[in-house]
């Protein structure tokens, strides 16, 4: 009996004995455990952002770009330079590589410094919205931005203004703001992260901020969600406090004064909405570019639903009273804009269901037109955009949103005159996919805006309105052979104007027009004879070529007269329009026959 009991006592004392030797090993594990942990606690994100923002400052070479000049590096560097432009739309090897801080030359209309401005102005809130855009080029913005605020610059040398009706002297600022801070009429920066998923845009860029820039004065909203830019840009106005929202692209560099000319004519006009010259920094150079200080052009827009840019229009450059004055504007490209907040918010905002990229520039314009407001060029006001070939960041997959966007625009604003799109676009005509616009068009009633036809015929009444300035339109068809007239796809200036089989339903590529003012056109093209000037002698056999050319208006050289014969006539070469053999059409001695018989096809446009 005994041997058991001693037994167990043995085990007893191995199993204490053992319990001890794990317990030990086990303490000492957390002991080093613990130290290893304390190891990481000091590890220390900062510290790494720091070291990198050091290196990235060490690459930057003093003097490229500087001044607003294009910037070119040699050798490896230039290959490498190029490999990034071809994946990011930017040279991006060489933007990191320009000071983020560089300045530019004054490109602006020379009478812009004698302007005077008031000393208090209403206060901005800048709105930049990105994703997954170059750290560099980001920074550059905001640092183009804050430089052009500062206190200490020369254009703000007149630092005291007297106050006319009190005889108070008055100091640069805002209303109420403090007279010792370095930023005149800058309220603050927004940034609006939409959702990028490039890690330097996060940590990093949130250091920066700290470190180098006041951060007081700078806000990042960063976006749990991608949501597009029209909703990124709503979420940047939702937060904003200062007077006057003043929107960028994250890829910009504001040109010397430029904030003042656009808080100027909203503090007189609030019902202003005003755009700044948009200059084109090179995407592989970053040249600062401006071809003229004086000239300048204006938005347009395309029945496809596309923003272009148009020459002032004659009848507004009198209007205007001068070449610095605000100049109205059909249209704007939608980045670059300022606007009072109140007003922004008065007369609807965005639509915020749309989503990804593009349509909302041409929605916000037409708009502010319809419901009242007018839309400006302010020509003293001048920031450098990178116009980009492509988008380097992905969009939604599988979603033309600047098809559907503009749909929607077209649903709420263009009224008949959408047709004209869904020529374009018939497969969203009535499509769930544009979703549903009610709210929108509550906006419209609610504030009264006006039609279409009243934008066309007062805002843009140089625009081309393929259903109201013509003798006819649709289809120009040949008698002879039952083709059309058809640009072919063809693009570019002066590409040949073709004949193809009708196509059963109206097709833009078909879609012509005999003007009021005598032209064969498209929407943007008019019809030519090519060499029809020094015409000299002319065979029986002569056959030139017909070319769509960008219209001037002034009927020299294309013009052409629709018969009672039905043959078309070009008025300054006297030949007619026939059918070739090829499918271009061509300009030949005006004889019977069917070859040169064409009807026009006033087709419905549905
Ligand atoms: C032009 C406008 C742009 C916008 C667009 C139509 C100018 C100079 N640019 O195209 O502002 O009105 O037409 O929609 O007027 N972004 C986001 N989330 C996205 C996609 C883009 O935040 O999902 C940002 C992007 O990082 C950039 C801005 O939106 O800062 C405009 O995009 P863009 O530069 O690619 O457009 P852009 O200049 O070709
Ligand atoms: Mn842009």
Known sequence: MNLPVRKCYHAAKVTFFLILVVTILSLFEHWRGGKRSAGAQLYDPEEEYEKEILEDEARIITGLGEGGVAAHLIGEA?????????????????????AYNRTLKDYRNPACQRVVYDAELPSASVILIFHNEPYSVVIRTIWSVLNSARRDNPWYAKANYINRET???????????????????LKEIILVDDNSTLPELKGKLSHYVRTRLPPDLIRILRLPDRVGLTRARLAGARYAAGDVLVFLDSHCEAQIDWLRPLLQRVKDFPHAVVVPIIDVIEASNFYYSVQDPVTFQVGGFTFMGHFTWIDVPEREKKRRGSDIAPTWSPTMAGGLFAINRAYYWELGAYDEQMAGWGGENLEMSFRIWQCGGTLETIPCSRVGHVFRSFHPYGLPAHTDTHGINTARMAEVWMDDYAELFYLHRPDLRKNPKIGDVTHRRILREKLKCKSFRWYLDN????????????????????????????????????????????????????????????????????????YARNTGEMGEDVSRRVLMVTCHGKQRGQKWRYLPSRQLQHVDSGLCLSVGVGEEARARRCRRSAAQLWDIDYSELN
Do not use: W
């Open 459 to 530: 805002v843009y009444r140089e625009k081309f309105v393929p259903v109201r300035d013509v003798f006819g339109f649709g289809r120009f068809r040949n008698a002879g052979s039952g083709r059309c007239l058809d640009s072919l796809q063809r693009e570019g200036e002066a590409a040949a104007l073709g004949v193809y089989a009708c196509h059963a339903r109206l097709q833009p590529t078909q879609h012509f027009a005999l003007s009021l003012r005598g032209e064969l056109r498209d929407e943007e093209k008019c019809a030519e004879v090519q």
């Open 78 to 98: 230039k290959r490498l330079g190029e490999e990034s432009e071809k994946k990011l739309a930017i040279n991006v090897y060489l933007s990191d590589r320009i």
């Open 167 to 185: 005889g108070d002297t008055m100091r640069l600022g805002y209303p109420g703001q403090d007279e010792k801070s370095p930023y005149v009429y």
